[in-house]
């Protein structure tokens, strides 16, 4: 592999390539020639699929950490948050809802000079996992916060009061996902760039904002051009294409405990299913019912 991206294996074992210290978008992906002579990465990298909307950018007010119920009793047990890989990172995804799909809608159908009066649409295409706050891949227990309260959590206990620094921790590559991951940092020197020279992603403070470019995991719809018209068009279940999906990830350096009260830990869980397909559940641990998972929250002490 030439220099840049180098193989490894993920936290749950999956085989991954990881460039440090850049997000690159998908078209520079695809020009790279040792992205090309991978075969696994290059048979849905390489794939022309139907028109879809891209790019589109999402503002993202919250953020979620999903885990198994033994990470959960570990979390009850300290407290909080703290990174359990080698690089003392906790991970975090973006909680995109129905509100930030429509308005990125909007934002999209503006700056193609396209005429918003019509039925959204948007929402046929955001079928990725990364749009998808029911199942997930890694337990049966999701966390979520305003990435505000986050932040300002993380300042007051991770950096003294000042303000962290976002850093394009790099881009890792899957199969059929392109993961753009964002290090949190108490504002230390560090020979990673700031996150304000990312092409994909940006921070203004209060909110995230993603610049998709693959929002389908299945793409069942094409998105045609008429005059100023958006047009959706469903293709026939035999021409439908997997294609990669992009998705945004934010890592926290925490070597201790980023704490809250236990009672507020109950408030912001929600239950997720695991995934129908047993060989994508990565959560190390058997699937709960919703009732199940509740009681065992319920359980847990409030102080």
């Known amino acids: 592999m030439a220099a840049g991206f180098a193989p490894g294996t993920n936290q749950h074992n999956i085989p991954e390539l990881f460039h440090t210290g850049k997000h690159i978008s998908i078209d520079d992906l695809k020009m790279r020639d040792d992205i090309r002579r991978n075969e696994e990465v290059q048979r849905y990298l390489s794939k022309t699929v139907p028109d879809y909307p891209t790019p589109v950018e999402f503002h ?91 932040m300002e959590a993380y300042k007051q206990q991770m950096c003294d009061g000042q303000e962290p620094v976002l850093r394009v921790y790099g881009t890792k590559l899957f199969k059929k996902k392109i993961e753009y991951i964002i290090l949190v940092h108490s504002p230390q020197a560090s020979s990673l760039p700031e996150l304000t020279s990312s092409p994909c992603v940006d921070y203004d403070g209060n909110r995230i904002v993603w610049r998709a470019q693959a929002i389908c995991e299945t793409h069942n719809f094409q998105l045609l051009k008429i005059g100023n018209q958006a047009v959706i068009q469903q293709l026939q279940r035999n021409n439908a294409e997997f294609y990669v999906w992009d998705q945004v990830s934010l890592v926290f350096y925490t070597s201790k405990v980023l704490s809250f009260p236990k009672r507020k830990l109950k408030d912001i869980y929600t239950y997720c299913k695991l995934p129908v397909d047993t060989k994508l559940n990565l959560s190390k641990d058997k699937n709960r019912s919703c009732d199940e998972a509740d009681k065992f929250i319920k359980s847990l002490p409030d102080e």
């Open 60 to 150: 993202v007010t919250e953020v979620s950490h999903v885990t198994n119920m033994g990470s959960v009793q570990k979390i009850f047990n300290s407290g909080g948050f703290i990174g359990h890989d080698p690089n003392s990172l906790s991970w975090w995804s973006l909680k995109i809802n129905e509100a930030d799909i429509q308005a990125a809608e909007e934002r999209y159908l503006e700056s193609e000079g396209l005429t918003t009066d019509h039925q959204p649409f948007l929402s046929q295409f955001t079928t990725s996992p990364a749009f998808d706050n029911e199942t997930s891949r890694y337990g049966n227990f999701r966390f979520t916060f305003p990435l505000t309260e986050l």
